[in-house]
């Protein structure tokens, strides 16, 4: 018997034998993620559905040696849950319960396998919310947006996913059950190492249950969609609304190109008619009980004043939340437009919002020069200076028609092509990852954004909580 069948041997007498799966589609399944460039090899997949059940996985891998990837809902866009090595993956998604909420501390104990979507409807008739919100919350996990310190499309009045998380409940590699910050607001007692598993893309620790912090559900919200000349007049109009609109929750741009996948992905018009080549939508909600009116005459006076700016060509309001939910669509469903059934490189970048104007300036050149054959796409939270650059290879995911770029040429030339962008963002100060991670995707341009005294720590801090190498190795760096 070789290690893996004598570690699976050992985990069958405390695991079920639905929670071990070896064959071919799970393994395969579970061994990718929505980045979907590289091929998947996992040995196996394990299903814990408690906290011990995962301490006594790990102990056991550490003993055997193995490595262990801590899979969520697979949505991320940097190949962190990928398994490329034949190693072991542990879904938590059976760790899923959720509940109970505490009223008064405003807070919601999960597992970690629960989905974000799912959270949401959860806390809704508590009027409460988990404010961490975007397209992939119907398949993402808590977990995964932990461990990924994941942003958004509200991150703009609400944060990344740091500022919700209380507490969690985290294994080590080896099978030690961590309560790290339980449910204290308060305290200062050396290293907070919540906050520094949160973002650390499962290489420190598992989680495996968190104590969520909550907010009250808005009463009400406008959403607006606006058709802009360009980058430069959504920068302005963001620095305008800044300044005049209260309650500002959204402020998300897409490009033409964009809107154009979404209208044909939905089968849709496009909400507005005049279409110039930037589109945003812009959410504003009130925690005010005083109804939609109310809300609606506060907007008048702001709204005429964008609108006598000049910088928007067309727009439109929601005028009931069946049409805000519709215009979101435009938006939220960009993303998934763009990958269906294509290859796709992505960016996700992210520079001083101060400096977003001049960096648009110089990257959409670059890019139009670097990509000429191949569809480019910009889109992203723009109010958070965070944008999304996907570029898309002809023909279908598996298929390169004669003459079309195969899949490895087109990841081959996509990456070396971005070392030029990250060269522009570098001067600016920026990052190469805003909220994707690093994964197995950016590892090769990390130093674009830490510096290598940063790495070296990193390196240490890993050693420290896993000598061994065995949780999600060779991912981040
Ligand atoms: C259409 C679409 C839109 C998206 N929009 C956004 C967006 O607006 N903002 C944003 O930030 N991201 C976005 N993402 C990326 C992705 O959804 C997030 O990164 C999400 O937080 C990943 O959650 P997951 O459960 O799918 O994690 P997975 O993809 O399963 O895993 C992500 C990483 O977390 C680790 N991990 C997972 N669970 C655990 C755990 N319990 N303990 C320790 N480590 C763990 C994995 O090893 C991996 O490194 C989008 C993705 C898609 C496909």
Redesign the pocket.
Known sequence: MNSVDNFLAQLALHLQPDQIRIDEETRLRYGQ??SNSLTPHASVVLFPRKTEEVAFILKTSSEFNLAI?????????SA??VATKGEVILS?EQLNFIGPIHEGALTLRVG??AITEAVHDFCKPHKLTWPVD???KG???V??????N????RVIRYGNTRNWVLGLT?VTMDGTIHEFNGELEKNNTGYDFRHLLIGS??TL????EAELKLSPLPQERLVFFFSLENFKSVVELFTFVRKRVSGLSAFECLDRASLDSVVQHLGKAAPVKNLGKVFVLMEVESHSTEGTDALFAQAEGWLNAIFETGLVLDGVMAQNEREAVALWQYRETV??SI?NSHDVHQEDVSVPIAKLSDFFSEIEARYAKAYPEFKVFFFG?IGDGNLHIFIQRPGSHSSAATGEMSKEEFFARTKASDLELFKVLKNYRGSISA???I?LLKKHAIHFTRSPAEVALMRAIKKAFDPQDLL?PG?IF
């Not at 620790?205 to 495996?208: D, E």
């Open positions: 993620d929505w990837i801590p899979s969520g809902g697979r949505t991320g866009l962190g849950a938590l970690a396998g975007f397209a992939s398949s993402s996990t977990g995964g947006n932990i461990a990924t994941a942003g958004g499309v985290a893309e499962g620790a598992v989680v495996t993303a998934e990958l939270h909220e994707h991670g994964g999600n991912k």
